[in-house]
């Protein structure tokens, strides 16, 4: 099923929040983004399908040999998740600044396939790609926990997103990745513990000194959230890491409002410049 057109059959102007404000889902005669998703996951498990990347037909929306040879295991830093030589439990950057989070999970670097995936996940409301990049999340964390032969944290939360950014994207790509992982791993998760109190602009064109400013203040635990938090291990889950800016702000508001701990598991991290 295409995108909504305006015309016949357009998206009507009332809209339903669901999940504690985490999607929004369009009233239209189909409940285009809802069905439109529920029917290709179906779909997906009952017919053979293309690869999302080299388009070969199979059973899966990633094709074995293109997740070995686009999502393989990279060696990074434990704290900022940045693709290094070794595995190190800081690079030189998190030893002069160390981030809020203890620790960074990633799936994979933002670059081919992955920033084209998910662009049109995020942007084009392709909805139907949650799970498959949810997937490689939750292998990543699963990959994670046993080399640590630690539990999960005790509650997932994703990244939110400001009420207008929402209206626009009809959905929060964070929680879509967060409740999918959180099945996975067996950890509760929760859309309604962390608030984006301010609307910031797009971030995506700003340098990592604008990301700073535009952040400030940005993120809250509201009151009858913060029993859920109390001494608790916290993940935080967003989908692309870049400068760290949005990571460290939700990161630290979790901290003020009681989390014991927090780690982050991101899909993709951008890779250093030097290393682009």
């Not at 989070?101 to 994979?108: E, I, K, N």
């Not at 207008?164 to 859309?191: C, D, K, M, Y």
């Not at 940005?218 to 938090?229: K, M, N, S, Y």
């Not at 890491?241 to 990571?247: D, Q």
Request: glycine fraction near 6%; proline fraction near 7%; charge should be positive.
């Amino acid at each position: 099923m295409g995108p909504c057109r305006r015309g016949g059959g357009a998206l009507r102007q009332r809209r339903i929040v669901g999940h504690a404000g985490q999607y929004i889902e369009p009233v239209s005669p189909h409940r285009v983004i809802a069905a439109r998703t529920a029917i290709a996951q179906r779909a997906a498990q009952a017919v053979p399908g293309q690869c999302e990347v080299c388009h070969r037909w199979g059973w899966a929306r990633l094709c074995t040999p293109c997740r070995l040879r686009f999502a393989a295991a990279r060696a990074r830093c434990a704290r900022c998740g940045l693709a290094t030589g070794t595995h190190l439990a800081a690079c030189g950057a998190c030893l002069l600044a160390p981030p809020p989070s203890q620790r960074t999970v990633v799936a994979v670097d933002y670059g081919f396939p992955w920033n084209q995936l998910i662009g049109r996940w995020k942007f084009a409301a392709h909805t139907e790609l949650s799970a498959m990049l949810a997937d490689l999340l939750a292998e990543a964390v699963r990959h994670d926990l046993a080399l640590r032969d630690l539990p999960p944290p005790e509650l997932i939360v994703p990244v939110p997103l400001a009420p207008e950014r929402l209206a626009e994207r009809g959905f929060n790509q964070s929680w879509e990745i967060a409740r999918r992982v959180a099945r996975q791993v067996g950890t509760p998760a929760h859309a309604g513990v962390l608030e984006r109190v301010l609307s910031t602009a797009h971030q995506i064109r700003l340098t990592r000194a604008e990301r700073e400013r535009n952040l400030r203040a940005a993120f809250t635990v509201p009151a009858a959230a913060r029993g859920r938090l109390a001494a608790r291990r916290v993940a935080l889950v967003d989908d692309v890491l870049t400068t760290g800016a949005t990571a460290r702000e939700a990161a630290q508001a979790l901290l003020r409002a009681g989390a014991a701990a927090v780690e982050l598991w991101v899909l993709a991290r951008t890779p250093a410049p030097a290393a682009a």
